[in-house]
Structures are given as structure tokens and as C-alpha cells.
């Protein structure tokens, strides 16, 4: 089954306006979550939207948030979300370092006592409507264990980089720097599979293929699964993303990020605000002129695109090609939604009296 | 058999200064070759100055580049290398960096005609004196396929990001996007050892553990290694570092960026001037307040180490630390050097009629 993108975007709106969410915030809310279900990044869509809720009805997200702004050099600043949902913070933030990157080339914001800003790309993104280029990332529910070791140190802490082509045709990152994101364990788990090596770790330690393992006390593991294959290089990227957005900016970091999953409560020690956000462009007209980087970037994209295939039925693509194409066929042929989603959204729907969006 | 790191550094400036490189020049390169060597980075140090010689020697570097900065937004510009050897331009181009810094909190260049810059985390790393947060990529030899692909396409094209902790006490990430580094590789050559699934694919797209497989037309991998554990992120990440290094600059990228290995000869068709690196800083004092910054990252840092290891006889490190201990030790001790690296260093003090270091 598969539903209009309008249709599902009105009732995510309507959905935040029952819980007092300001026009602005409902508004840019669900257009975060509706571009993750656009591009095929199904877990941060709707799917996320009763997780979202049951932090707002717990307390854990403040609906009227006070945001602040506090510019500390010219291109740089920080940014308290004042308890609210990541999916707005992050978009607002981003709006700012816009700003500096018209005047200066660059801008920067490091964004603490937030809480999850759903898909990465939407906020990089950003920034390719004005040919700048859009880095953020977050930190996360910690799930993923540092090489060597096991204990839940890290989030999945996504990398995000968007850049502009011509025409659209523009080049985006949003990766977990973990070797598997929860997103994929979730669908194994529901589908009963098991999952393959290298993604998960038992509680003791031991490599295993059982999805359910993540929930009992199992690891995460970094991008490259074990020594042999450089898992010290994800655990330094997860590093450094939970740096940038926990540690510079004020909010809690490593084992202390306050969870978005609900097999998880928050530690009551707590060693900053909420959950963190490191986001900010550069002006792509700022290194070579504008013309002459897009077109040696259209250059790069053809000339990878025409890698040649180990199978020729499985053709190289490019950063995310599989997610415009998604977008594109999507906006015309509706959003598929899977039955547990289905059930989610009417129950959503009965409890705040609110319209079936099917 | 070790030697003192002092010795080392004056045979390396008397060797460029007889390639009539400059006193300054001289002396910048041979800090940046040290650095590799008394950090443990051994492929990156003293072992890689026959290459440069033969580059040197085959015209394929200039040893009298005229480096010029075109300043391009407040924060960001373009730096000529002028065919000049990158383990100088960056260092130099660096410097630019830290001077926009010191006014706008934030400062990025992109380098186009340079050659290869040596171990990343010196150029990085120069921010930590001005309490910055250094970051330096550069793309390199095409020898790493795509996901799906078998072509040799990208670099081993690293990322490197070092943020100043207390005392000295900094985190520090010099990571190659591929599963492996090929220095990794060239010691299993040298040792005639096989390789871990993961690293290498032979030329007909096989998983292959032979390291000569890579001089046979082989390819090596991007980190994650397969579909199934994600190598399409460290493509990704390969791709981001080909983008800033090569495309923003106007210097080549992807498969036609000149090698610096032996086996392979630069393409005749080129699509910009040398190779290409992306440099640039933040100061840490922009986000929060440098000591809050500074504060939290100890704590960062003492709790990762304390993270619960599965062989307590393995304990879990932090990015940076077996970099730092080895520079300690090293300063003191001596950098231990190979016998093929001795008979490479008498070879060269022969060429050039000058006195042995040992």
C-alpha cells in the first residue's frame, strides 16, 4: 500500500499541531520526516513518528522550545535547542549558518539540548538551494561498542555532506558511521532473518547473527567489523562526529546521549544537555569559481557512473543516486508503507481523534 | 637497528637542499617526513623519500614552485602548488588557513598542482599549537574501486581531523578510506605474507589474500570491504575526499590523478593540474568557551579509555594514542628503521655524495 506524499505530509502536520507544536515547527517538522520517506530512508520517516510522541508525551521533548542563538566568532557559534525536537532545531541552526555563509565563504554551529533530528541529508541539504555546500551530523543512542571492546559507547553518529551539481544532480552523503544501521537490524528482527557477520556482537563479546542480540546487551559494531578490516577507522569516525556534537557544543556525548529507542532509558548522570548537532556549509563558489567546480563534478559523477561492474546487471552508482531516484519516483507513484507503519499511523490517527490520512 | 630522529631530519634537509629546494623548504618537508617516522606512520616517512626523489628526477616535481593563494570569500580560496612537492604546499597553505582563522573563527583552502603531502595528520595537526581544530584530505593513486565496481578509481584518499585536547593531550584521526592502506599492503609483499579477506579484490573482481594481486591489475577496497558489512560508505567517503581535494580545486580527480607508485605512469589525458588537497581549521574556542570545550574532551577521552575490553590484555584506546606513545618513545629511543629502508638511505647519501646518518 502507498500513500500520497500530501496526504501523509498533512496529517504529520496535523499530528504535531495536536501536540502544541507552533505552526513553523509542525510545518518544518514534517517535512524532515517526509524527505527521509521520499528518498527511501524508511526508518527515519514516519515510521519514527510514535517515537517521536512517546518522548513528547514522556516530557523528554519540549514542544514550545526557546531557541538561542550565540555567535562566539564570525563563522562560528553555538546553538541551544532549549529542550526541542532535532527535526527543528537542526533546520532553524542550518538557517544560520546560511547566514554566515553569505557574508564569510563559511559557517558553523555545534547545537546542544536537542533531541533526534531524524535523517541527516534533509539539513546538509539545505544548503544546495543557495550552491553551498552542507555538512552535518549527530550524535545518537549509544549502541555501538569501540573497537577492542564491548560497551555502548556510540551512537551510529552519521556523516552528512551534500553538494551541489548542475541541474540537481547533486552529491550526497548520509552514512552511519557504524558498519550497520539500527534501521537494518529493526527489518531483520521484523522479518525474523538472521543478519551477517560483522554488524553485531553478543553481550560477551562473540560475533553473532542474531538481530534480537542488539536488545540483549549486544553491541553495534563500527564501520569495517573487526581489526582485520580497520573497524578502528569507524570507531574514529563515530569518534569524531560524537566530538564535534557532543563535546563542543555542550551536550552529553558517548554513553551518556539520552536514547531515542525505547528498550533504552536516559542515565540520570548526565554530562551536558540533551543530545548534540555539528552542522554548516561552504559556499562551493569559494574554492574554484561556482561554473568551473560543477563542471568538473559532473565530469566525476559520469565518469564514476561508468566504472566498470564486477556484474553488469548491478551497475556502479554514484552517492546518492539510489535516493533521487527514489525521490523522484515516489512524488509520483506515492510513498509504500509496510502493515506495522500502517497499523502505527491509525493508531496515532484514533488516539488524537485525528483523520486517517488512507 | 634505530636512529637518532635529529640525524635523521639533517641527512633529510641536505637531501632536498641538493635538489636545490630552499632552506625553508628544505627544512618544512623533512619535518612532515619525521613526523611520519616518529609517529609511527613508517611507510610515510624516510621509507618514501626514494619516491619523491624519482619524481623529482623525472621532472614530476618542481623544487622552485612560486605558490600563490587566490582568497576567494572571506574564509575560503584557491592555493596554486605550482607542481611543487605537497608535503611543503600544504604546510604552507595550512598556514593561510590559520591566519583566516585567527579573524573569522573558521578558514578553507582547496590545492590544486601539488604531489603527495605525506602523512595527513601534519598538516592537520598544525592547528593544535593555535588550539584549532585541524583538517587536511587529499585525494592519491587511483588503486581503489567503487562498491560493485572493479576499476581503479580513487585513493586511498584519507581524512584526517585533530582537535587540541589539555596538556597535549589531543585526539587525532589520520585514516585512509580503504579497507587497508597500501603501506599495509607492501609489508605483506615485503614479508611475503598473505592478506585478510577484505583488502583486495584480484583484476577479474575475485576476493584475493595475495598482496602482489594489487601490481597484477587488482584492485583495493573501500573500508567496509563488501556489500553485506557497507564498503559503500567508505567509497562514499573516498568520493567526498576526491570531490574537496580534486573537483573544488581544479586539480585532477578519480582515475586521472597522477600515481605516485612505481608500477603505474600518470595518464596523458588530464581534467585539471597535479593533485589535489583540501585543508582548513575551526577554533575550538568558537563553539563553546575553549576550556568547557577542552574540559569535556578529557572527560571524553578518560571515559572511552576505560570502555570495557574483550581481552582485558587489549584494552581499548582513543584515536591518536598509539601515534603519541610512539612519538614519545621515538623522540627518546630513536626511530627503528628496516634494512630496506638503510639500504635505500645509503643509496641515496651515495647518489648525492653525501655522509652517511649512520
Redesign the interface.
Known amino acids: 500500500m502507498s500513500i500520497n506524499h500530501s496526504a501523509l505530509k498533512s496529517f504529520i502536520v496535523e499530528v504535531f499541531l495536536c501536540k502544541q507544536f507552533s505552526h513553523e515547527h509542525a510545518e518544518i517538522a514534517a517535512n524532515v520526516l517526509l524527505e527521509a520517506d521520499l528518498t527511501g530512508i524508511d526508518s527515519h520517516g514516519i515510521a519514527r513518528l510514535s517515537g517521536y510522541l512517546r518522548l513528547i508525551d514522556s516530557g523528554r521533548i519540549n514542544v514550545k522550545p526557546n531557541f538561542a542563538l550565540h555567535v ?7 546553538f541551544d535547542a532549549d529542550g526541542g525536537i532535532g527535526l527543528v532545531s537542526a533546520q532553524i541552526a542550518m538557517g544560520h549558518t546560511i547566514e554566515m555563509c553569505h ?4 559557517g ?3 547545537i546542544f539540548n536537542s533531541s533526534h533530528y531524524g535523517v541527516g541529508a534533509a539539513h546538509s541539504s539545505l544548503a544546495l538551494q543557495h550552491n553551498y555546500i552542507g555538512l552535518s551530523m549527530t550524535n545518537a543512542t549509544p549502541l555501538v ?7 555502548r ?1 556510540l551512537g551510529t553518529n552519521p ?1 552528512c ?1 551534500s ?1 551541489p551539481g548542475k541541474n540537481g544532480q547533486s ?1 550526497v ?1 548520509d ?3 557504524s ?2 544501521a539500527n534501521g537494518k537490524l529493526e527489518i531483520a528482527q521484523r522479518e525474523g532473518k538472521s543478519i ?4 553485531l556482537i553478543s553481550a560477551n ?1 562473540e560475533t553473532s547473527n542474531n538481530p534480537n542480540d542488539l536488545k540483549e546487551g549486544g553491541f553495534l559494531l563500527p ?3 573487526n581489526s ?3 573497524y ?6 563515530g ?2 562526529v ?2 564535534f556534537s ?5 551536550a552529553n ?3 551518556w546521549v539520552p536514547p531515542f529507542v525505547q528498550f533504552l532509558n536516559p542515565q540520570n548522570e548526565q ?2 544537555k540533551g543530545i548534540g548537532h555539528f552542522i554548516g556549509c ?7 569559481e561556482l561554473n ?2 560543477q563542471n ?2 559532473e ?2 559523477m559520469n ?2 557512473k561508468s ?5 553488469p546487471k ?6 546518492g543516486e539510489i535516493e533521487k531516484l527514489t525521490k523522484e519516483n515516489r512524488l509520483i507513484y506515492g510513498i509504500p508503507l509496510n502493515d506495522i507503519v500502517i497499523q502505527d499511523i491509525e493508531t496515532i490517527a484514533t488516539s488524537l481523534q485525528l483523520k486517517s490520512p488512507f
Chains 1, 2 share one sequence.
Open positions: 562566539r566568532k564570525k563563522t562560528t557559534g553555538r557574508e564569510y565563504g563559511s558553523w554551529l555545534a561498542t569501540p573497537a577492542l571492546g564491548k560497551e559507547m556523516i555532506i553538494i552529491f552523503i552514512m552511519a558511521t558498519a550497520a551477517p557477520d560483522g554488524w563479546g564501520l569495517g567489523s582485520d578490516r580497520g578502528h577507522k569507524g570507531y574514529a569516525l569518534s569524531w560524537d566530538i557532543g563535546v563542543l557544543s555542550g556525548f558517548g554513553p554530562v551536558g561552504w559556499d562551493m563558489d569559494g574554492f574554484s568551473a567546480s568538473a563534478l565530469i566525476w565518469r564514476f566504472t566498470i561492474a564486477i556484474d548491478n551497475p556502479v552508482m554514484i552517492p
